[in-house]
């Protein structure tokens, strides 16, 4: 649903004429006490989310709002270690009540801040489902989950989510929940479409861009709420060899930009290993191998795959 015309003239200049003010989708925004000292975001942007007590954990059945209507899993806690990223003994089960599979069992996983890491394993192995918990966007059914806040998540099919009809107005879809000048949405669009390499399409038709460019402008509108963990699933499924290295160094530049921003890559293809600072290997709902990408070739030649 988009939010009514009465919010239009707050950012009507940015998104273009007759363009109707930004309103929520379903990205986790920005907390106060993670946003940097530059950023374009008033400082009292907190939700439920990034307020979830350090005292819950995996088993907790409960659920808060994460300020757009949508659940966020209240498992998710907030790190206060060197890590983005902290799994411990994570379980989960999925399927129709009475028929349910085990998907994750027992899954250990430490992500270092700051990193590109990549998971792999074959279909079926728990990676797309853990990258969901991670988000929030599911409760484990057993387990701890310590991540930085707020999340953002993209994924693989950035037809789904790139809906508005030029590049400004899509990166600033989600800024309309927050009370914020028209500089500031405008800034924050701004910065975050340089980081992906696209400030120069700021005014650009959505329609007239190849699938790696859409799937940029979908990284920008993530990182425009200003989230301290991307969680990126298979977002180079549908793009050619051109726009798949294009949207990596991307994600990659981030990383290495901020030095506070992670993010998690879920893939299959073996090549997009040389982006990476780190990966995981996983196998029958565990990670059952992690360290760096030549470390993660040697392992999984081990298994027999083409590397």
Same mark, same amino acid.
């Given at each position: ?43 009292? !942007? ?65 992500? !270092? ?21 991670? +988000? ?15 999340? +953002? ?5 950035? /037809? ?9 107005? /899509? ?132 298994? +027999?795959?083409?590397?």
């Amino acid at each position: 649903m988009r939010c009514s015309q009465s919010t239009a003239p707050r950012t009507a200049s940015l998104l273009g004429p007759g363009v109707a003010a930004p309103c929520p989708r379903h990205r986790q925004p920005a907390s106060s006490s993670a946003a940097p000292a530059t950023s374009p975001l008033p400082a009292d !942007r907190t939700t439920n989310a990034s307020r979830a007590s350090s005292s819950q954990t995996a088993s907790t059945s409960g659920r808060v709002s994460n300020g757009n209507g949508a659940s966020i899993s209240s498992a998710v806690r907030r790190t206060s270690s060197p890590y983005s990223v902290l799994v411990h003994d994570l379980h989960h089960r999925l399927g129709p009540k009475g028929a349910k599979r085990p998907v994750l069992n027992g899954v250990d996983l430490q992500i !270092r801040r700051g990193s590109l890491h990549m998971l792999l394993g074959p279909n079926g192995c728990g990676k797309s489902t853990l990258l969901k918990l991670l +988000g929030g966007l599911m409760t484990p059914d057993s387990g701890q989950i310590d991540t930085d806040l707020p999340s +953002g998540f993209v994924f693989q099919n950035p /037809d789904h989510q790139v809906v508005m009809p030029t590049v400004a107005a /899509d990166v600033a879809f989600g800024l309309g929940r927050y009370n914020l000048s028209e500089a500031a949405v405008s800034s924050a669009v701004r910065s975050s479409l340089r980081l992906v390499n696209m400030e120069d399409f700021m005014y650009r038709a959505t329609h007239t861009l190849s699938g790696g460019q859409r799937q940029r402008v979908a990284i920008a509108g993530a990182l425009a709420e200003d989230p301290k963990l991307l969680l990126l699933d298979e977002l180079t499924t549908f793009l050619d060899r051109e726009d798949q290295f294009g949207v990596l160094q991307a994600v990659r530049s981030i990383t290495q930009a901020s030095g506070d921003v992670t993010a998690i890559w879920v893939t299959h293809r073996f090549e997009e290993l040389q982006f990476a600072d780190a990966a995981s290997y996983m196998e029958n709902g565990r990670v059952v191998f992690t360290g760096s990408p030549e470390e993660a070739k040697t392992f999984m030649r081990k298994l +027999g795959a083409p590397v």
